[in-house]
């Protein structure tokens, strides 16, 4: 139990609840305050929402369940904050001016960001590789990568702007 200035007493889960809040908080105000992006306000916009809607369902579901679960999740809350998005939306892959294959992404928000969820132990380079060919595929800029399978969602979270 941690004792905190107000002489009230609250669980370490509660404490670290709060505590992870506020840096997320924090960051994201040092974030947009010190970074310039090459991306549109709008665009930067829907992904600071996007990311606060993953963290939501987060917070709720915590890690270790399957994608799919986060997925219905994710929506669900998307929803909830009237985020326009597009689950499983099909794209078409073509190759010198050739239809060669269809593709699924798991999230279109406002026809602007991608969001390609995971649920894996580890990112890896191929998670990364995998999002900048649906970028370019739909010529789109901004993605997120958000692996829901982490003890804070900010270690999960990796924006590509290409």
């Given at each position: 139990m941690k004792q905190v200035a107000s002489g009230t007493r609250q669980t370490r889960k509660a404490y670290h609840e709060e505590h992870e809040e506020r840096e997320e908080h924090e960051g994201s105000?040092?974030?947009?305050?010190?970074v310039e992006s090459p991306l549109p306000e709008a665009t930067e916009q829907l992904i600071h929402q996007t990311i606060g809607a993953a963290i939501q369902v987060h917070r709720m579901l915590g890690p270790s369940f399957h994608e799919s679960i986060y997925e219905k999740a994710l929506c669900h809350e998307l929803e909830l904050q009237q985020i326009?998005?597009?689950?499983?939306?099909?794209?078409?892959?073509?190759?010198?001016?050739?239809?060669?294959?269809?593709?699924?992404?798991?999230?279109?928000?406002?026809?602007?960001?991608?969001?390609?969820?995971k649920a894996v132990d580890v990112l890896l380079p191929l998670h990364q590789a995998q999002i900048?060919?649906?970028?370019?595929?739909?010529?789109?800029?901004?993605?997120?990568?958000?692996?829901?399978?982490?003890?804070?969602?900010?270690?999960?979270?990796r924006?590509?702007?290409i």
């Open positions: 105000q040092k974030m947009s305050l010190h326009e998005f597009e689950a499983q939306k099909q794209i078409e892959i073509v190759y010198k001016g050739m239809l060669v294959g269809k593709q699924r992404i798991d999230l279109l928000i406002a026809q602007t960001v991608i969001v390609e969820l900048i060919s649906y970028l370019r595929a739909t010529h789109l800029q901004a993605g997120l990568l958000i692996n829901f399978n982490v003890y804070r969602l900010k270690e999960g979270v924006r590509v702007i």
